[in-house]
């Protein structure tokens, strides 16, 4: 990822988790590959971090909304009628 792209949006908020995930994946990528220069490498995983906090804050509010929907209303799947159901 060149130096000016990960500089111009190093404190913009993704739009998505989804493409978060994708500019992480980028980033790696390009640290990986050992062209970055140190001040750009710097820049590069200041914005993953920033991605990757945005991430983890989208997995927990999703997996609170689970808990909440979870609770009490989410139950097991019947297989087999149960006896009181037979009864008319």
């Known amino acids: 990822m060149p130096a000016a792209k990960t ?6 908020a993704p739009a998505s988790y989804e493409q ?16 970055l220069s140190l001040d ?4 590069s995983y200041k914005r993953g971090n920033l991605l990757l906090q ?24 019947r297989t087999e009628p149960d006896e009181e159901d037979d009864r008319v």
């Open 7 to 12: 500089a111009r949006h190093a404190d913009q």
């Open 54 to 77: 945005f991430c983890r804050g989208k997995l927990q509010a999703v997996e609170q909304q689970v808990q909440v929907l979870d609770g009490e209303q989410l139950k097991p799947l």
């Open 40 to 43: 750009d490498t710097l820049s």
């Open 20 to 35: 978060a995930l994708a500019e992480l994946e980028q980033i790696v990528q390009a640290m990986e590959g050992g062209q």
